[in-house]
Antibody, heavy 118, light 107 residues
């Protein structure tokens, strides 16, 4: 059974960088597609981007200039960095898996709330 | 980006009711649409993938149909555990986009 768990600070100051990690068990981050998705009251569910094969990334153009998704295969994790955050980046952040390109998400983490505030 | 419009945004229903939720895409997405159920404080759970395929473990009262630009999720007989918010997701083109959600509440 695949399980995903998000971790990271719950509070980030405006203009700083949000950093989250997703730890995967029951499957390798080397295979499949691993995404970050966020959910805010104002914008609903928003796909942020994915990493595949520990090297190939694809980002939502609306966030691309501020987003980096990277792997840590030794720990079976992948991470999200979102720079220059504002209050609009306050959301619950989820990591999720899909089995291929253009496939939907079958496994999700429980989500972690990140608040951007000074 | 492909815009996904769900309707209604909310509805009230009783146990045993037949419930239908619609998702419309701003352009054709073939059958690359999935449906999710979300309960408060929980992650979305996939119910239907590629328009009409029932996710393993999901009760058969859930069904999906459609292709191109119009899709429906049907709950044939609403159960108490089905009161939740439902979302569609198009995975035909990037960026992947979700519908705005349909909240199914108690009448």
């Amino acid at each position: 059974q695949v399980q995903l768990q998000e971790s990271g600070p719950g509070l980030v100051k405006p203009s700083e960088t949000l950093s989250l990690t997703c730890t995967v068990s029951g499957g390798s981050v080397t295979y499949f597609y691993w995404s970050w998705i966020r959910q805010s009251p104002g914008k609903g569910l928003e796909w942020i981007g994915y990493i595949y094969n520990s090297a190939i990334t694809n980002y939502n153009p609306s966030l691309e200039s501020r987003v980096t998704i990277s792997p840590d295969t030794s720990k079976n994790q992948f991470s999200l960095r979102l720079s220059s955050v504002t209050a609009a980046d306050t959301a619950v952040y989820y990591c999720a898996r899909s089995v291929g390109d253009y496939f939907s998400f079958d496994y999700w983490g429980q989500g972690t709330l990140v608040t951007v505030s000074s | 980006d492909v815009q996904m419009t769900q309707s209604p945004s909310s509805l009230s229903a009783s146990v045993g009711d037949r419930v239908t939720i619609t998702c419309r895409a701003s352009q054709g997405i073939r059958n690359n649409l999935s449906w999710y159920q979300q309960k408060p404080g929980k992650a979305p759970k996939r119910l239907i993938y590629t328009a009409s395929n029932l996710q393993s473990g999901v009760p058969s009262r859930f069904s999906g149909s459609g292709s191109g630009t119009e899709f429906t999720l049907t709950i044939s007989s609403l159960q108490p555990e089905d009161f939740a918010t439902y979302y569609c997701l198009q995975h035909n083109s990037y960026p992947l986009t979700f519908g705005g959600g349909t909240k199914v509440g108690v009448k």
